[in-house]
């Protein structure tokens, strides 16, 4: 498996934008997928973004359409998510996964990755 470090979250303000950045050390992950999902306090984990390995391909949540960007640098081993107009509905921890496959559709879920991050918080005040 892909051992992976979230960083770069924090408290922001509405409106205002975080860039979370996920290592990878290990295995090396550029030959899959890899994706974004985001835990509330008493929700399910959502999926956020993902980026496939063949053809740079983006998939995004519908909440985060327009406002989040997903991206890769595979010589860095690192993936990022950019995240402006931030909102309250985007507090949650963010978790990073890779070593994904995608099954096509269009649709991700957490069953199509093998390696997770521990999490990094974000908090969107009011």
């Known amino acids: 498996q892909v051992q992976l470090v979230e960083s770069g979250g924090g408290l922001v303000q509405v409106g205002g934008s975080l860039k979370l950045s996920c290592a990878a050390s290990g295995r090396t992950f550029s030959a899959y997928a890899v994706g974004w999902f985001r835990q509330a306090p008493g929700k399910e984990r959502e999926f956020v973004a993902a980026m496939t390995w063949i053809g740079d391909l983006r998939y995004y949540g519908d909440s985060v359409k327009g406002r989040f960007t997903i991206s890769r640098d595979n010589a860095k081993n690192t993936a990022y998510l950019q995240m402006n107009s931030l909102k309250p509905e985007d507090t949650a921890v963010y978790y990073c996964?890779?070593?994904?496959?995608?099954?096509?559709?269009?649709?991700?879920?957490?069953?199509?990755?093998?390696?997770w991050g521990q999490g990094t918080p974000v908090t969107v005040s009011s």
């Open positions: 996964a890779a070593e994904g496959v995608y099954r096509g559709g269009g649709n991700w879920s957490e069953a199509d990755f093998r390696s």
